[in-house]
């Protein structure tokens, strides 16, 4: 795969390493990244040869938000556009391009593959929403976050206000990002919830997050994709729900031949046995 704004490569074995490409441009979310992001993910998500999936940015920052210069030359934004259209005409075309963007991003919680976001320098706006997405976030100290939507006149439509409250769990401390679009530190992140982790150098980072992936996809396939299913049907439904789901996904997944592997492995404390692919 060829990708203008994405760079891809796999540093380890069942690893691949997405990074976020227009450094000049501190990785702003134009049309073309808004459409590759989600090429790359939904390739990944199916590609035998990738278990676990690194999303970090090249250059001085992650992701510095929309591109409103390349937003500004769409044509369902634009001014210009045909003023003699109907009002609801041209809200339904508005209603097309939101969704495009929310299933751009949402082929990362979609994806069966835990998504670990390296996250350093600026997190802004369409950044936030990018990394609401992803199943890890650490970060760079400093690092600095923003829900920037508001001072540019928008209400975050992407994913920052649908799952920010069922990350960090604190309604109040969201709101007030939401509300006052003020900028707030890796370390304000990390005490909420937003981050798991934090360290002292972007390098240290992308390192981290990295060696994280490469011990992950040492372990099953099954179990691993398994886990993250499982978890995002708990996030989405009722404690009833979620255990009927995990019975019925399980009364069929604990057949795999992974879990006596892994039982000898560990009884006997070898080396993990090498899993087939998926």
């Known amino acids: 795969m060829h990708f203008q704004t994405i760079a891809l490569s796999h540093p380890d074995p069942f690893v691949a390493h997405v990074q976020l490409n227009r450094p000049k441009m501190r990785n702003a979310l134009n049309h073309q990244m808004w459409t590759e992001l989600p090429m790359a993910i939904n390739a990944l998500a199916v590609d035998p040869e990738t278990r676990v ?6 250059g001085k920052s992650f992701c510095s938000g929309i ?10 934004f634009s001014q ?5 259209m109907d009002v609801a005409r041209r809200a339904r ?7 495009q963007y929310q ?7 979609e994806c069966p593959k835990p998504v670990i976001a390296a996250i350093h320098g600026h997190c802004l706006g369409g950044g936030i929403d990018l990394i609401a997405a992803c199943d890890i976030r650490w970060a760079s100290e400093e690092t600095i976050f923003s829900i920037k939507e508001v001072d540019i006149g928008l209400c975050a439509d992407v994913g920052t206000l649908n799952r920010l409250p069922k990350i960090c769990g604190n309604n109040s401390w ?5 509300y006052t679009a003020r900028n707030f530190g890796a370390q304000e992140a990390l005490q909420n919830g937003l981050l798991s982790k934090m360290f002292a150098s972007p390098e240290k980072c992308i390192d981290a ?4 992936a490469s011990n992950l996809a040492k372990k099953s396939p099954i179990a691993m994709q398994g886990t993250k299913i499982n978890l995002n049907y708990s996030r989405d439904h009722s404690v009833k729900e979620s255990l009927e789901y995990t019975a019925l996904w399980n009364q069929s997944q604990l057949l795999t031949e992974d879990i006596p592997k892994s039982v000898v492995a560990a009884m006997t404390k070898s080396e993990p046995p090498i899993f087939a692919k998926l």
């Open 174 to 178: 969201v709101r007030e990002l939401a």
């Open 93 to 99: 075309k508005m209603g097309v391009t939101i969704r």
């Open 103 to 109: 299933k751009s991003l949402s082929s990362i919680d």
């Open 67 to 76: 591109d409103l210069q390349d937003m500004q030359h769409q044509e369902i």
């Open 209 to 212: 997050a990295l060696k994280l």
């Open 80 to 84: 210009e556009q045909d003023r003699e």
């Open 53 to 58: 999936i690194v999303i970090s940015g090249s």
